[in-house]
């Protein structure tokens, strides 16, 4: 599979990368060896970027995936490894940043990000954090740093930060899940801030091509949508071989216009006689997608829900589930 460069970086990454949320507990929970098998094929395919997350707790299918692989700087062929962190303070991102080497049995790693900054004052209430990445980053443990988001106003600033190498936006020709302020953004206003970090030098991935399986129904239009936009890489939750076999021929332009796998119609649920109404799960739900309905409990606007599974872990009575 060809590699792009990661825009300024000196890293190069292949058109497609694997979200390892998916095999995690907050989807599909698969056990250790049949998740690392998941994670161990995508790179015998291919594949060499895989973005993981502190709050994802998948690390061990990472390291169990490639005990057997050399993952020293040395090897061109190592599988690049992007984790992230909800972390705010600069204490806080430390711990995040050596969790993540110990629990991969790495001394340096290739990409770390703030996770999912949200508007304005959340950039400016992570400064410590972000402080502590760029410090990592001139020590040489971690080679490149940004941030994940939803928000086209964040991705647009970063252009501006000289210090951001990599920007992880939400992006897909739907519009769903982005947003702007404290409200929606659309797909042309994301479009924009995306050209405008390439423009600045900023290596860019895109999270939720599918709308979170909401768009999987248009298989090669959502894909060629981001993929035209110029990203070097497209980031997909994916589960099993089968979905990594099409992603693989997709990326060698090996599939139809036409064509469409059978996918999975996977939906969160939250169980109303379980649920304590604590309202958890409406805080931590990016894409405002759990209300509060006439009974007092939380419940899911599908049209908005973008199945990441974000919402499940907080759950103190684990009334979120997806299936
Ligand atoms: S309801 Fe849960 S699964 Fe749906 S978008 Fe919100 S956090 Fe994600
Ligand atoms: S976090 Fe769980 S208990 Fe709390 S409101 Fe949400 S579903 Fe209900």
């Known amino acids: 599979m060809k590699r792009n460069k990661l825009g300024n970086t000196d890293i190069y990454v292949t058109p497609i990368g694997l979200g390892v949320l998916t095999i995690g507990n907050t989807q599909l929970d698969l056990p250790l060896e049949e998740g690392a098998e998941v994670v161990r094929y995508a790179y015998e395919k291919g594949i060499n970027l895989f973005d993981t997350a502190q709050y994802y707790e998948t690390y061990p299918y990472i390291r169990e995936a490639f005990k057997d692989v050399d993952m020293s700087y040395d090897n061109p062929d190592r599988p690049i490894i992007a984790s992230k962190s909800l972390d705010h303070t600069y204490e806080e991102m430390e711990a995040a940043i050596h969790e993540c080497l110990d629990a991969l049995g790495i001394d340096r790693i290739d990409i770390f990000k703030m996770h999912e900054v949200r508007q304005e004052p959340d950039w400016s209430d992570r400064a410590g954090a972000w402080q502590c990445l760029i410090d990592y980053k001139k020590k040489g443990i971690v080679g490149a740093i940004g941030v994940s988001t939803h928000h086209v106003d964040i991705t647009e600033m970063m252009a501006d930060i000289p210090e951001c190498d990599i920007v992880f936006p939400l992006i897909n020709y739907a519009g769903l899940g982005i947003r702007k302020g404290a409200g929606p953004g659309t797909a042309e206003e994301m479009e924009a ?131």
């Open 193 to 323: 801030a995306i050209r405008k970090c390439l423009d600045a030098g900023k290596g860019v991935f895109a999270m939720k091509a599918f709308g979170g399986g909401n768009l999987t129904g248009t298989y090669m239009k959502s894909l060629n949508y981001v993929r035209d936009l110029g990203c070097h890489s497209i980031m997909i939750g994916m589960g099993n071989k089968g979905e990594i076999d099409d992603i693989v021929r997709y990326a060698e332009g090996e599939l139809p216009e036409d064509y469409q796998p059978e996918t999975r119609n996977k939906k969160i649920h939250i169980d109303q006689g379980d649920c304590e109404s604590c309202y958890a799960c409406i805080e931590r739900c990016p894409n405002k997608a759990i209300y509060v309905n006439d009974e007092g409990r939380a419940d899911v606007n599908y049209d908005v829900c973008l199945t990441c599974g974000y919402c499940a872990p907080v759950c103190p009575v684990r009334a979120i589930i997806m299936w």
